[in-house]
């Protein structure tokens, strides 16, 4: 998992199929954490009771030299506190690894004929602007249509909102 032995994963952003992600990497996940009951999972009530309980996870799983945490946050934003409130925990030993579904998406969606790709890209400038770095990508919705005639209007609505771009609507 992105060459990280010992940290904290979060993964954003709601609608990029996070549980399903985690699920399948759970043999690789020590503990995780999400805002919602799951089987294996760890429901947190708020920010800041989660933060308190990475840490502890931490802080027991003592020096083993892999411990894999991961996050499924409520929103973008608790995403975001959580990582400000790890960094303020200051321990050595706690890395942290947001990860952006959207961006491995469209690496894995290589040359997706380019309409469809156009159709399915997004971009949330208000997680770039406050959790450093490039977050955009493929949402995997749209590649899950497989009715053409479906993926024919989404395309014509695009263009009759006059093309707009990733990010613009809802960032």
Same mark, same amino acid.
């Given at each position: 998992?992105?060459?990280?032995?010992?940290?904290?994963?979060?993964?954003?952003?709601?609608?990029?199929?996070?549980?399903?992600?985690?699920?399948?990497?759970?043999?690789?996940?020590?503990?995780?954490?999400?805002?919602?009951?799951?089987?294996?999972?760890?429901?947190?009530?708020?920010?800041?009771q989660? @933060?308190?309980?990475?840490? !502890? *996870?931490? /802080?027991?799983?003592?020096?083993?030299?892999?411990? +894999?945490?991961?996050? $499924?946050? =409520?929103?973008?934003?608790?995403a975001?506190?959580?990582?400000?409130?790890?960094?303020?925990?200051?321990?050595?030993d706690?890395?942290?690894?947001?990860?952006?579904?959207?961006?491995?998406?469209?690496?894995? @969606?290589?040359?997706?004929? !380019? *309409?469809? /790709?156009?159709?399915?890209e997004?971009?949330?400038? +208000?997680?770039?602007? $406050?959790? =450093?770095?490039?977050?955009?990508?493929?949402?995997?919705?749209?590649?899950?249509?497989?009715?053409?005639?479906?993926?024919?209007?989404?395309?014509?609505?695009?263009?009759?909102?006059?093309?707009?771009?990733?990010?613009?609507?809802?960032?």
């Amino acid at each position: 998992m992105g060459g990280l032995r010992r940290g904290v994963f979060i993964f954003v952003p709601p609608g990029s199929s996070r549980f399903e992600v985690v699920k399948r990497l759970r043999e690789l996940i020590d503990v995780v954490y999400a805002y919602r009951e799951e089987t294996g999972v760890s429901k947190y009530r708020d920010v800041e009771q989660l @933060a308190d309980a990475v840490v !502890e *996870e931490f /802080r027991r799983a003592g020096d083993r030299p892999v411990y +894999r945490v991961a996050v $499924v946050p =409520r929103s973008t934003l608790e995403a975001y506190l959580l990582a400000e409130r790890l960094r303020k925990a200051k321990r050595e030993d706690l890395q942290i690894k947001i990860i952006y579904l959207p961006k491995y998406y469209a690496e894995a @969606a290589g040359k997706l004929e !380019e *309409e469809l /790709r156009a159709l399915a890209e997004v971009e949330h400038s +208000r997680l770039e602007a $406050v959790a =450093r770095g490039e977050y955009r990508g493929i949402s995997p919705k749209p590649l899950q249509i497989s009715d053409k005639e479906k993926l024919k209007k989404l395309l014509e609505a695009r263009k009759d909102a006059g093309g707009a771009e990733p990010g613009q609507a809802g960032a």
